[in-house]
């Protein structure tokens, strides 16, 4: 709980990181993200982050989540558990469906209603359009250049490691250890992206930017 406590604080960017420098190697400064952000997890489960740390009480209440798909918005999937799986800043919580695998690449919309932060506010209703699946093309493309290519591309690759294409995230670096190993959640790329490792902080990551990393190379086979 303290932990979470002094993530809030983080969250509303009134705490950086103690790296010092500037460019790939600038101090972190935390910041909220979006009111509600969603990902898949895998064929049954879905990623739901948070802008704010929640009491887990709250937070692990399936009631509180309804998933549907776009097209057919009176039909929500049927929920089998919602758990909080962001043990660094309690934002982001893992539903897990219970009527079946989901559709891949669909578009489905997630609606939350009053999940409570630590200190017991409502987060009121909030609702999130997201496609399921996730592969190189889609969204980790994006999540790549805007978070890790400014040091690893063609211009600066740090480590001889390079993120700015599908291909070079196969590649070796300085010490010939493979970056990416499809299913490998102990692979390089997917290490160095965890809470509090050094990519985490240099790319300036949420939890769910690193759980969609882990969740492509292991649930999905880091697809293109």
């Known amino acids: 709980m303290t932990r979470w406590r002094i993530a809030l604080a983080a969250t509303w960017g009134l705490a950086t990181a103690a790296t010092l420098g500037s460019g790939c190697h600038a101090a972190r400064i935390i910041a909220p993200p979006l009111p509600l952000r969603a990902a898949s997890a895998n064929d049954f489960g879905v990623d739901v982050e948070f802008a704010e740390p929640l009491g ?76 399921t699946g996730l ?53 390089l790329l997917v290490r160095r992206c965890r809470p509090g490792r050094s990519m985490w902080d240099k790319g300036r990551l949420s939890y769910l930017d690193f759980e969609m990393i882990l969740n492509w190379v292991v649930s999905y086979g880091a697809r293109l």
């Open 135 to 187: 592969s190189y093309r889609a969204p980790l493309r994006e999540l790549f250049d805007s978070r890790c290519s400014s040091c690893h591309g063609g211009s600066q690759a740090a480590g001889n490691y390079r993120t700015d294409s599908y291909e070079a995230l196969f590649g070796t670096g300085t010490d010939t250890t493979p970056n990416l190993v499809v299913g490998d959640p102990n692979c």
């Open 56 to 131: 887990r009480a709250s937070a692990e209440d399936a009631t509180r989540y309804t998933i549907r798909a776009a097209s057919a918005p009176g039909t929500p999937r049927s929920l089998y558990s919602a758990t909080v799986v962001d043990t660094f800043y309690g934002r982001v919580v893992q539903i897990l469906i219970a009527d079946g695998p989901l559709p891949d690449t669909a578009d489905l919309i997630v609606e939350t209603q009053d999940a409570r932060t630590l200190d017991g506010k409502s987060t009121g209703s909030r609702s999130v359009t997201f496609r």
